[in-house]
């Protein structure tokens, strides 16, 4: 069983930065692992924004995400990171990690076996 737990979430000014962590328990092994995030307003579907291999560190992004949003993981820490950039309204959602028991960096939510509770990211303008 794996636990997926988001931090890093808040409020912030058009224009800005915010990185979320997500940290990994109860699994230590994660190489054949592929970790995601994705994002949800109320009254829309759950969406892709990015995704990492555990083992080779190889990503995939959505194209809204592309040049703007930078996902990494630290397996020191067992941890998970997406680094948002040149934030913008349009942006402010839940942002939820997930994990897929396989290294293929899929980008359907359906592909995905565990997920975190989510953290709340807003942009004003």
């Known amino acids: 069983q794996v636990q997926l737990v988001e931090s890093g979430g808040g409020l912030v000014q058009a224009g800005g930065s915010l990185r979320l962590s997500c940290a990994v328990s109860?699994?230590?092994?994660?190489?054949?692992?592929?970790m995601g995030w994705f994002r949800q307003a109320p009254g829309k579907e759950r969406e892709f924004v990015a995704a990492i291999s555990w083992s080779s560190g190889q990503t995939s992004y959505a194209d809204s995400a592309k040049g703007r949003f930078t996902i990494s993981r630290d397996g020191a820490k067992n941890t998970v990171y997406l680094q948002m950039n040149s934030l913008q309204a349009e942006d402010t959602d839940v942002y939820s990690c997930?994990?897929?028991?396989?290294?293929?960096?899929?980008?359907?939510?359906?592909?995905?076996?565990?997920w975190g509770q989510g953290t709340q990211v807003t942009v004003s303008r």
């Open positions: 109860g699994r230590t092994f994660m190489s054949y692992y592929t």
């Open positions: 997930a994990a897929d028991r396989r290294p293929v960096r899929s980008k359907a939510i359906f592909d995905y076996d565990y």
